[in-house]
């Protein structure tokens, strides 16, 4: 063994402590070294002016490893060979970005300095390599049952939602009322200009921040916004309609995404490196158009042992699908199909062949029930084209699924026979209430149709529906909870089914709230709901407080011609943070503004302009005691935090 003041390292294999003497040099080279599976893990410290410093991008095999580390103007790569009580390395370096020409004639590193080096087993270090070893970066592992209980450790952000019942709810309070006025940016990152919009709500574990733009992930420190390290997927051969991805999941040490070729990729959390690579579906059959084909753009959500995943491409000729797969091997588990087949159940409300191809896609993020092991999804419009049947099931639902099996054990349909578009794909929100005097397991559920619904989440039982924008479309509810459609409702978007023949359907197209998801305060009791009111004259965006046990509004905060696709974030300490999309001018989207409310009365308590639109879910973190809130526009994710 060796140990030091800081760290304990067991010798064997690569792992251990390693020195290079260098002839005239007063101090050695030397090096610690922890493996995590394939993950190269440590510090070096280069002769007597060198202090201990982290090594990164560090693999090994066994058999071979690799790393790097900055050492002044340098960026050193070591590439070694390990025998019994040797490691044979040879180096290359690289100018650093930022820094003065690198001296030529430095002996360690200069242009004729020694390429190759031995470095041999030592029995100790000196304390400034150990310590630089002891707090280097080490390896996340987020085991199911960190994701069961997120409230325990609230400085991380461990799913999209930032726990599994979808709530969006932090119990942080270092920022308040009071004091967030102090708040200022604190660093920034910025992808490339592509078009494509960034709509990720990062993750965090441990001081380290997971996002991605498209399908490019990266890797931040969450303290200064440094980059750790980057990976890029390439698509195959098909583009998706949406060109856009709003999250990752993760457990263990492997970070989860969907593509936009419907691929579900695990990558290594640590380094980068992509861990295995299954086709969900087919995005590559030469037939494929544009609007035909299925792709990924949700964060994939961690159940139990499984990765589960839907797919987008509703508005084209597909049929929605939920799968699971194995989170060590990618192979698949389990598939439920949001249009049924011949046989089974809800077939019967397709015609002809309609089924193949009727749409439902999954394109948000489910949540979790242990208790009752169910997950809950919600599903999108039938396929435009097939809309030939009576519900066209699951169309427009929240499907409850057995978590382990895949099986359906309760659905709600929201519009029956949808041909608005108006997707069932917000978030469900999982929480337990007093229900008319008897205490029950709820769903929350702010639709795109307009209505704000609550449903027994054991059961499927409809409890409550409440507009909670202008609706015109329906008058109420039978007593199974069916909506019952105005005389000459719509059969589509521009069918006038007024008595004057003039009214449109209300809430709109667009509808009442979209993908951008909701938040819950169980302090407040309030649900906090971005809404459009598409009707109104001019039409504006708002971020609205529901009442989940009347279903009425308390408050709401509206920004005229404007969307608020952020989402919202709500914590302990009784704030709502929430992004604009951006105001319009002659139809051209300009400058986000990033806002902090006060969650009981939606008072403006501070506001921030940024540099394009919000799409992104806004989150909240800390790191050493320090909270910070981030969200992105345009093409940068930004970071803010106490002033000083």
């Known amino acids: 063994m060796y140990a030091s003041s800081y760290v304990v390292v067991t010798q064997g294999g690569v792992a251990g402590t390693w020195r290079v003497e260098v002839p005239g040099q007063a101090a050695p080279w030397e090096a610690v070294f922890r493996v995590d599976e394939s993950n190269l893990i440590g510090a070096v410290s280069v002769g007597a002016t060198t202090f201990g410093t982290e090594i990164y991008n560090g693999s090994t095999d066994g058999r071979m490893l690799t790393f790097k580390f900055d050492i002044g103007p340098r960026t050193v790569t070591m590439t070694g060979t390990v025998g019994n009580d040797t490691i044979d390395f040879v180096w290359d370096s690289a100018p650093r970005p930022g820094f003065n020409r690198p001296d030529p004639t430095d002996p360690m590193f200069g242009d004729a300095a020694p390429r190759n080096v031995t470095a041999t087993r030592a029995p100790d270090a000196t304390d400034r390599v150990a310590e630089a070893a002891a707090h280097a970066r080490q390896p996340p592992h987020v085991t199911f049952d960190r994701l069961l209980h997120a409230d325990a450790e609230p400085h991380n952000w461990l799913t999209f939602s930032g726990a599994l019942a979808g709530w969006r709810y932090s119990l942080l309070t270092q920022l308040t009322s009071a004091n967030v006025k102090n708040l200022e940016l604190a660093w920034l990152w910025q992808h490339d200009d592509s078009p494509s919009p960034f709509e990720s709500t990062p993750l965090v574990v441990d001081g380290v921040l997971y996002t991605v733009k498209t399908n490019d992930v990266v890797a931040l420190d969450g303290k200064t916004g440094r980059v750790l390290w980057t990976f890029h997927y390439t698509p195959s051969g098909f583009h998706a309609l949406y060109r856009t991805n709003r999250g990752l999941a993760i457990l263990g040490s492997t970070l989860f995404m969907g593509t936009l070729d419907a691929h579900l990729v695990a990558i290594d959390a640590f380094s980068g490196r992509l861990r295995w690579d299954v086709a969900v ?47 060590a091997s990618g192979k698949e588990v389990w598939r439920f199909h949001t249009v049924p087949g011949p046989g ?39 396929g435009p084209a097939d809309q030939h049947g009576t519900d066209l099931l699951y169309s427009d639902c929240v499907v409850a699924l057995d978590a382990d099996t895949g099986t359906l054990r309760w659905y709600y349909q929201f519009t029956p026979h949808d041909a608005v578009d108006w997707d069932a794909t917000q978030i469900p929100v999982l929480t337990d ?68 023949g003039t009214l449109k359907p209300g809430p709109g197209e667009v509808g009442a709230t979209n993908w951008y998801p909701p938040s819950y305060n169980p302090r407040t009791g309030l649900l906090y709901v971005p809404i ?11 971020i609205r407080a529901l009442d989940p046990i009347t279903g009425d509004r308390k408050w709401e905060f509206r920004r005229e011609s404007a969307i608020f696709q952020s989402g919202t974030l709500a914590t302990a300490s009784g704030l709502v943070f929430a992004g604009l999309l951006g105001q319009y001018a002659t139809g051209r989207a300009i400058d986000g503004q990033f806002y902090a409310l006060d969650g009981a009365t939606g008072q403006l ?40």
């Open 281 to 327: 579906a087919n995005s590559t059959d030469p037939t494929c158009q544009e609007r035909d084909c299925y792709f990924i753009t949700h964060a994939p959500l961690v159940v139990k042992d499984k990765i589960v995943v839907g797919t987008s491409g509703g508005d084209g000729k597909v049929r929605g699908f939920i799968a699971a797969f194995d989170a």
């Open 344 to 382: 089974e159940p809800g077939h019967e409300t397709w015609f002809d062949d309609a089924w193949k191809t009727g749409g439902a896609a999954v394109w948000n993020t489910g949540a979790y029930d242990a208790e009752l092991n169910l997950t809950y999804w919600g599903t999108g419009n039938p």
């Open 433 to 500: 209430l007093q229900w008319r005097g008897r205490q029950r397991k709820v769903m929350l559920f702010a639709n795109r149709n307009g209505l704000f619904y609550v449903l027994d989440r054991a059961s499927g039982e409809f409890l409550a529906g409440t507009p909670f924008v202008e609706v015109n479309w329906m008058t109420g509810f039978d007593h199974d909870g069916r909506p019952l459609r105005t005389a000459r409702a719509p059969l589509d978007i521009d069918h006038e089914f007024s008595p004057t």
């Open 532 to 542: 459009l009111e598409y009707r109104a004259s001019p039409r504006y965006g708002a």
């Open 605 to 644: 308590l501070w506001q921030f302009s940024l540099p394009g639109s919000i799409k992104s879910g806004v989150m909240t973190y800390a790191v050493d005691g320090k909270q910070y809130v981030a969200v992105a526009a345009g093409n940068t994710l930004f970071a803010f935090s106490m002033r000083e």
